[in-house]
């Protein structure tokens, strides 16, 4: 049997950060135009800039990164320099993915449903990465990392309560049925991080 060091050998180094942010951000980018092909909205930051889109046409890759820049300051006070640094490096390279993506990347057809669910599993993904080497995508993701740290709340259960109350906001520019579908890819992106991200399971930061 292979053993495991637990010791400081198996804290993740510089490169093991840039190529999981790199991977991340990519998985969430192609995720986010599953959303976007099929109509669909999400939770989190993500989800009003999908608003945004669909009232405005407005690019979503660059709206994330526009949505996100308040939250830097309070990341770097409350969470520290390294969280937000690679915050802001997530973010902004999901923002330029997501930009490109619609031109390098052609769907063609995919079921609703099954948009969904690609979508939320592999923005998931991606999110799971980023949380593994102390990063996320931003917005809400920090305000919940904040929230768990600091005061003890549960992240899961104040990033579904954000999720559901952006989703509700969904119907402003989406019928039921899409709003319905975009709850299905936001339960199966958090249930990917539910039972994938535990504290205390993980020791590679």
Do not use: C
């Not at 400081?8 to 995720?31: E, K, N, Y």
């Amino acid at each position: 049997m292979v053993s495991i060091d637990r010791g400081d050998d198996s804290r993740h180094g510089v490169w093991d950060d840039v190529q999981a942010i790199a991977m991340g951000t990519f998985f969430a980018a192609i995720g986010i135009e599953f959303f976007r092909d099929a109509h669909l909205g999400t939770g989190g930051t993500a989800g009003v800039a999908f608003l945004i889109h669909y009232a405005t046409e407005f690019g979503i890759g660059p709206v994330i990164f526009l949505l996100n820049l308040p939250f830097y300051a309070f990341g770097w006070v409350t969470l520290g320099r390294e969280f937000t640094l690679k915050t802001f490096a997530a973010v902004a390279l999901l923002a330029v993915e997501s930009y490109f993506m619609h031109d390098a990347f052609a769907i063609g057809f995919s079921a609703p449903w099954f948009s969904a669910i690609t979508g939320g599993a592999l923005t998931g993904v991606g999110m799971l990465m980023l949380f593994r080497h102390k990063s996320s995508l931003g917005g809400i993701g920090i305000l919940a990392a904040f929230v768990q740290e600091k005061l003890g709340w549960r992240a899961g259960k104040f990033q579904l309560a954000t999720d559901l109350a952006i989703l509700a906001a969904s119907f402003l520019v989406l019928d039921w049925r899409h709003v319905a579908l975009s709850v299905l890819g936001a339960v199966v992106l958090n249930l990917v991080l539910a039972v994938n991200h535990k504290p205390g399971r993980y020791n590679g930061y």
